[in-house]
């Protein structure tokens, strides 16, 4: 072994290690900071404790790297701080938790990728050296992003694949002769068991309402912690029926049956996208291997008997 492959080895096994350890970090409680919680009455979910638990680190750990790419514009922080609670993260660290990962990566990953094509290509270009450096550094600086909109994407859906239940388990509620604070009190703790994200928002309206917010404003504040288009259309609906009047169990109604057909055209729409969706896969995988197998032994037969025959015949 060379000097450089000497090098590499060393560096990756100190990047493993501090990986390790710093995962450890992350997901180990203390006891002790357990024990002091539940004395101090601060008891919390245990996977929002375990969040915020890996946020702090985080921040802790990245701080002094995540001022390298957090931006001084004030707006694009509140607007990231909305996506995070999109995902349901509601820590305020988190923006910053989120750049330090951001330059982390963007600074490990191009290193990572200098020594791994120092040992098994040096004779690359600077050219050609310089390109790889650059695409790991934007992967590692745009990677983050992508697992953003992914956590939204998924706690949207649920939200919304999950929303025509609870109008409906609403509704049944106000026509028994419940209010809407009672209402949405049975329908957050029914909804815990299919949908935890939609259980918490409905949680955090009652708690809201119980802190003397008026009603609008909590229910606006739902539909900006979701930004579900269904949630807000059934913000929009409650706050018009109560301001004209009309009756909020016929409302709630005719909402869920609106939004178990748009639901309905969405399975329809994605069903409808399969066939487009497995042209290419067999176009390039399926359809080569079968015209493989098919025509395999004839171009076999073809290649023994066929083409010696014409050479014989051309020779004669």
């Not at 995962?23 to 024990?35: G, P, Y």
């Not at 992967?139 to 939204?152: D, S, T, W």
């Not at 016929?250 to 939004?259: E, G, Q, Y």
Request: proline share 4%; net charge neutral.
């Amino acid at each position: 072994m060379d000097y450089n492959q000497i090098t590499f080895l060393a560096l990756l096994f100190i990047a493993v290690t501090a990986g390790a350890f710093f995962l450890m970090s992350l997901f180990t409680r203390s006891a002790t900071a357990e024990r002091l919680q539940a004395l101090g009455g601060g008891h919390k979910p245990a996977a929002s404790s375990v969040s915020d638990n890996w946020i702090e680190r985080t921040v802790k750990l990245t701080g002094p790297l995540a001022k390298l790419s957090t931006p001084e514009d004030g707006e694009y922080v509140s607007a990231l701080r909305i996506r995070f609670l999109h995902a349901g993260i509601r820590n305020q660290a988190a923006p910053y938790a989120y750049f330090g990962i951001k330059t982390v990566l963007a600074l490990a990953f191009p290193l990572l990728a200098y020594f791994t094509v120092l040992i098994t290509t040096p004779e690359l270009k600077f050219q050609g050296t310089l390109l790889v450096i650059l695409l790991t550094a934007a992967i590692g600086y745009y990677l983050p992003n992508l697992v953003l909109e992914r956590i939204i994407f998924l706690r949207q859906r649920e939200i919304f694949e999950t929303f025509p239940d609870a109008l409906d388990l609403m509704t049944v509620c106000v026509e028994a002769g419940l209010g809407i604070e009672a209402a949405l009190v049975r329908v957050a703790d029914e909804m815990q068991h299919k949908s935890a994200a939609l259980s918490e928002e409905l949680h955090l309206v009652t708690l809201e309402l119980r802190a003397g917010m008026e009603r609008a404003r909590a229910l606006r504040n739902l539909a900006i912690r979701t930004g579900v288009e269904e949630v807000e259309g059934f913000v929009a609906m409650i706050i018009q029926s109560e301001r004209f009047g009309t009756s909020i169990a016929s409302s709630l109604r005719v909402h869920s049956d609106m939004l178990r057909t748009r639901r309905r055209q969405r399975a329809e729409e994605a069903a409808a996208k399969i066939a487009l969706k497995l042209l290419f896969p067999l176009i390039f995988c399926i359809f080569p291997s079968l015209l493989l197998v098919l025509l395999g032994p004839a171009m076999i037969q073809i290649y023994r008997i066929l083409l010696p025959t014409f050479a014989g015949t051309t020779g004669g």
